[in-house]
């Protein structure tokens, strides 16, 4: 992230690079400060587990890199969009339940100026992008249940994510009584 190149610096150090002999004019530097955007699919096919594994991994990019990260959250179309500097400014995840496109996400980023795009998913989706990105780099990355991104052509490097576990939320019957409460089941007193 530090070796994207973003913006230009004014600074005095150097001199400007049309005008050397004028001392008066200021020189330029490159900003390694990148405009990162981190889309992350919430589509019903993505479990929580899945989802706080992709916010770890946000966290440890906001953590690492001292720069504002944009989280973009989307299933079929942009559910929220919000600038993230700290691990505080992480909001939970919306609640929705759909299909995956990840045509929206390009559209948001080609109109915003951006150096790198992030996108957390299972892989399901599109087959083919009805938008191509433009001036930016792109990082698939699948999540732990997902095999491979639908995609036929992704316009960026694809990684993998651990495989992850999922935790039933179901109730052990054995553990619920049917006959009602009685104190017999309470500890004796000493």
């Not at 600074?11 to 690079?17: G, V």
């Not at 989706?125 to 991104?149: A, C, M, N, Q």
Request: aromatic share 6%.
């Amino acid at each position: 992230m530090g070796t994207v190149e973003s913006n230009k610096k004014k600074t005095i150090t150097r001199r400007n690079r049309r005008q050397p002999h004028r001392l008066d004019l200021r020189g330029e530097l490159r900003g390694h400060k990148a405009e990162i955007a981190v889309a992350i699919d919430i589509s019903g096919s993505i479990s929580n587990e899945e989802y706080k594994q992709a916010i770890k991994e946000v966290l440890s990019i906001v953590k690492s890199h001292n720069q504002e990260i944009t989280i973009i959250e989307c299933d079929k179309e942009i559910r929220r969009a919000y600038k993230v500097k700290s691990v505080k400014d992480v909001k939970d995840r919306f609640a929705t339940g759909g299909g995956t496109e990840f045509t929206p996400v390009f559209e948001y980023a080609n109109n915003k100026k951006i150096n790198l795009l992030i996108y957390f998913t299972d892989g399901k989706g599109e087959t083919r992008l009805k938008i191509k990105p433009k001036g930016y780099k792109v990082l698939w990355v699948i999540s732990g249940r997902g095999d491979k991104l639908s995609l036929i052509e992704p316009y960026g490097v694809v990684k993998k994510l651990s495989k992850v576990e999922i935790k039933d939320d179901l109730i052990d019957m054995s553990d619920v009584r049917s006959d009602g409460y009685s104190m017999n089941n309470q500890a004796p007193i000493l």
